[in-house]
């Protein structure tokens, strides 16, 4: 065991409070408050300069409920500190203390820097040890840590409110928050920050999006290996600040700046109508495995935090593996439950967030290593009046299990079983026409107990994969860039490039890859449940076929807003798609589509039809063409009398499709065509084209096809 031996600290202490946890600001000093149940000493070491030597290292004597607390009078805003926990050092059981470590406060809501490993001095081992994890290194750290700091929570929110969209009227906008803006054809005043994503609102409140989806914006730790190769973590999943906003988006450099830029963000997404939603990390933090640095969690409590496990005498040297990065953060455990309980309520009630994408969310619900739905973490949001009215979205796998559909009620998924189907039926794969048919009519085979269809996330690409154009320009992933070989990223995508692999001037081809993303835009916007849109699908924007640029920080990956010029009529094709949504109900229903009357109305909320009017042959493998006809009636929200036709010709042939006959005075009105040009692809509201024929419509190959009638009120 060590034991440190520091003079006492000549500031007036008291003995303060066990909660709240972290550093605590009033009037006449702050309390602070570090969690550690195996631990034998704690010390609170104060800073004047991020890499200067402590001015002052107070012993924490008081401990209540395993949580060290200390009240220091004198601290105001700005002041820089860290800790020292001393405890066992016994890896082969799980306990790693190091007191040499300065530990970064994982209730820290800034930091005074990043993380690097100089000398490796972040390691709690010594690397030239022949069992490197199981040996001790004795090297002070403390120039070389971050610092936690201590901050005011004030800012002027002015009127702000959550926008409060409702679940079945969202329209999510996955985006990397540095990389919207970072490319110099953004054209803003600070790029790559959150000021810089400001000046990008109006284009998305023009597009019709009503919610954003950040990918992680919490303080975090590149990997040494990714530095060591010239790389980093550019998607920022390998959080170590899980209260602190990432300080390489601020435009300003002092601490303080982060949290107050974040802000003022939020609030201007919230003018806008945009709410805000976080990608949050929570099944693993930037530590990794046995041989990953000591920063904060696994040197102030790691038998607490984190999944161990073993062989024979050393039961608990190693880490569980769930999230694919080196450790799993320990749900079975009540002080990991109210770390992210205290984390996620910080958030909405500090920072104004709308809601969570929970990355690898399955890991979240591992109790006994086993997923279950019941899970305490799950319990704890359903019945925490903050959280149960914000916005929860599962990643709903880890890397051993996949549980697309065994969420609780609160919960929406991101839908992969929608993300592999809708492509594979876009590029003509064979047998996909049953499976089709659920997407997009809300997935009620995987969502029961009382969820609706909204509670399916539908997605054809997302931040982790081709882009929608790489989709259809690349058979194989290309990520020579990120120096693994090409080994890295998934190599099953399917994807198709329409003849040619990636960037060609064949007018064939590019008009073919075209209409497939225009296709794809139909199916996700038209698909019963909550669309999600890569940021800039909708321009084609490209990162040369890497499927996995997670360590890519550069002009490759960021967007390129040439291609909103270039591309211009295919983000007015999504701006169409997107208005055509918001201003049909009966593609926002909560109902799912099941061809059955739900509201009283005496028709079937969906109808079903093959090409030639007869039922779709569902299980026919060569069968690729599938319509259903959507009735829009609903007299009690006042709505337009309407039906939708959609036809999906997926086939590589043309397909004769027979049309339903539309109500008495009522006439079959073309509104969309994914095979013409720009500017007749999609009419306008009131300039649906007339069809040559009302019995038949002949959709072109490889083709999406929206009909509309309508009454006298339309």
């Known amino acids: 065991m060590i034991k440190l031996r520091i003079p006492e600290s000549r500031r007036t202490l008291e003995e303060g409070h066990w909660h709240p946890l972290g550093a605590t600001l009033t009037p006449r000093g702050a309390n602070f408050a570090l969690y550690s149940h195996h631990s034998t000493e704690a010390y609170l070491l104060l800073f004047d300069t991020p890499d200067g030597e402590p001015t002052d290292v107070i012993p924490m004597k008081m401990r209540t409920r395993h949580t060290w607390h200390v009240f220091v009078e004198g601290i105001t805003a700005g002041q820089l500190y860290g800790y020292r926990v001393a405890g066992p050092y016994d890896p082969a059981h799980g306990m790693r203390f190091n007191p040499n470590k300065l530990l970064i406060d994982p209730y820290a809501r800034a930091l005074s820097g990043k993380c690097r490993n100089t000398d490796n001095l972040l390691l709690g ?215 992210a309980m205290d984390c996620l309520r910080y958030w909405v009630e500090v920072m104004h967030v709308d809601g969570f994408r929970f990355d690898l969310a399955a890991a979240l619900g591992r109790e006994g290593g086993q997923f279950e739905k019941t899970a305490s973490f799950f319990d704890a949001i359903a019945q925490d009046p903050v959280l149960t009215r914000v916005k929860l979205i599962a990643e709903p796998w880890d890397t051993g299990t996949y549980e697309v559909g065994n969420f609780p009620v609160e919960w929406l998924e991101w839908n992969g079983r929608f993300r592999d189907t809708v492509r594979r039926f876009v590029k003509g794969d064979a047998g996909q026409l049953r499976d089709i048919g659920w997407r997009v009519s809300g997935s009620a085979d995987l969502y029961h107990d009382g969820r609706k269809a909204y509670n399916s996330v539908n997605f054809i690409t997302c931040h982790d994969g081709f882009t929608l154009n790489d989709l259809v320009s690349y058979n194989e992933k290309h990520n020579e860039a990120n120096l693994e070989g090409n080994r890295d990223g998934a190599s099953d995508n399917h994807s198709w490039n329409c003849g040619v692999e990636g960037p060609t001037d064949d007018p064939t081809v590019l008009r073919l890859r075209r209409q ?199």
């Open 125 to 339: 081992y010594d690397t030239r040890a022949l069992e490197r994890d199981m040996s001790f290194d004795r090297r002070d750290n403390a120039r070389i840590v971050p610092k936690a700091v201590v901050v005011e929570d004030d800012f002027d929110w002015g009127d702000d409110a959550p926008p409060d969209v409702p679940f079945e009227q969202l329209i999510i906008y996955e985006t990397h928050l540095k990389g919207f803006t970072a490319h110099p054809s953004s054209g803003v005043a600070e790029p790559g920050t959150y000021l810089g994503f400001i000046e990008k609102i109006p284009y998305l409140k023009s597009l019709g999006i009503n919610a954003v989806e950040f990918l992680p914006i919490q303080e975090k730790y590149p990997e040494d290996f990714l530095v060591e190769k010239g790389l980093t973590n550019y998607w920022g999943y390998n959080t170590i600040g899980f209260f602190a906003a990432e300080s390489s988006y601020s435009s300003g450099r002092t601490p303080g700046c982060p949290a107050r830029e974040f802000r003022t963000l939020v609030r201007e997404l919230h003018r806008a109508g945009i709410e805000v939603i976080l990608d949050v990390v929570f099944n693993h933090t930037a530590e990794g495995n046995e041989l990953g640095p000591t920063v904060s969690f696994r040197g102030i409590d790691n038998p607490t935090y984190y999944c161990l496990a073993g062989v024979g005498d050393m039961p608990a040297r190693y880490y569980m593996n769930h999230s694919g990065t080196g450790n799993t953060v320990d749900f079975d455990k009540a002080p990991v439950i109210r770390f």
């Open 516 to 714: 497939m993303v225009k296709n794809h835009a139909c199916m996700l916007l038209f698909s019963l449940g909550t669309p999600m849109l890569l940021a800039g699908d909708e321009f084609l924007n490209t990162q040369g076929g890497n499927n996995n640029a997670y360590c890519q920080d550069n002009e490759a990956v960021w967007i390129d807003w040439r291609d909103a010029e270039r591309n211009a009529d295919i983000t007015e094709f999504f701006r169409k798609a997107i208005a055509f949504r918001r201003r049909h109900w009966v593609l926002q229903r909560r109902h799912f589509l099941v061809g059955r009357d739900h509201d009283g109305n005496g028709v079937k909320d969906v109808s079903w039809f093959g090409p030639d009017l007869n039922p779709p042959r569902w299980d026919d493998p060569e069968a690729r063409t599938v319509c259903y006809q959507l009735d829009g009636r609903e007299p009690r929200l006042g709505a337009d009398d309407y039906c939708l036709f959609l036809i999906m010709n997926a086939d590589p042939k043309p397909v004769r499709v027979k049309l339903p006959p539309p109500s008495t005075g009522k006439r079959w009105l073309r509104v969309v065509d994914t095979s013409l040009p720009a500017g007749e692809d999609f009419s306008e509201p009131g300039c649906e084209q007339a069809l040559k024929s009302a019995s038949v419509y002949p959709a072109a190959a490889r083709s999406t096809v929206v009909l509309i009638s309508r009454g006298k009120r339309a």
